[in-house]
């Protein structure tokens, strides 16, 4: 297991002027989404010259979270987040056996993030910056002439995430949100490794 340094993000938004008592509080939130690596997924059978075969490289990622606000300005929020499965169906590339496989990978986790707020009216622009303690698990399963074979390993990791995004205050609680974030690099080379681009769209509830 690796620790990337990703705190310092954390600790640069962390620095805020103290606002009125008023605007702080605690919130909920939850969404779903679409989580994209396009190409900057490299899946942890790289050793298997054998394989070859198509990756699908998107899936539907949803989350949940709670925060409490300092101010009108400054968040901190702690959440949990799936981001899906990336999924490859692969062949022998030689032809010289009926070797066939499936191959997925998957990342969740809980984030840590600060979340810096820019109010315009009803309208909420943000920055976020943080850590995803993240669980990824490489599952291949398949058959040949020689038989089955599946495995399963994991592998536990925090990454750097940068994010932006807008709400919408439909009520003094209520909040519709529009977020995309950037993961770099979840995973290990063990289980696979990968970037990831996820947009979603959710509601909040500010008590």
């Known amino acids: 297991m690796r620790r990337r ?3 310092l993000p954390l600790a640069a938004l962390a620095i805020a002027p103290a606002a009125a008592a008023d605007d702080s509080g605690f919130y909920l939130g939850a969404g779903v989404g679409i989580a994209d690596t396009g ?10 010259p054998l394989l070859t075969g ?4 998107n899936d539907t990622s949803w989350g949940v979270a709670v925060g409490y606000r300092f101010n009108r300005n400054i968040a901190i929020e702690l959440g949990y987040l ?11 590339a ?4 009926d070797a066939r496989a499936a191959v997925g990978f998957s990342a969740e986790g809980f984030t840590l993030a600060m979340i810096g707020t820019f109010p315009i009216g009803k309208w909420e622009p943000y920055l976020r910056a943080g850590v995803l303690f993240s669980e990824t698990a490489l599952a291949f399963s398949g058959s040949s002439s020689a038989g089955d074979f599946s495995t399963r390993i994991t592998d536990e990791n925090g990454d750097a995430l940068y994010g932006i995004g807008v709400r919408y205050g439909l009520s003094e609680h209520l ?5 995309t ?7 290990e080379p063990d289980t696979g490794r990968s970037d990831y681009l996820n947009t ?8």
């Open 82 to 92: 799936d981001l899906g499965e990336i999924t490859s169906e692969v062949t022998d």
């Open 5 to 7: 340094s990703v705190w």
């Open 39 to 48: 190409d900057h997924s490299q899946l942890g059978v790289a050793d298997l």
């Open 175 to 179: 909040q519709l949100y529009l977020d």
């Open 54 to 57: 198509k990756t699908h490289d």
């Open 94 to 97: 030689t032809g010289a056996t």
């Open 200 to 207: 979603s769209f959710g509601a909040s509830w500010r008590f």
């Open 181 to 187: 974030t950037y993961f770099m690099e979840v995973g």
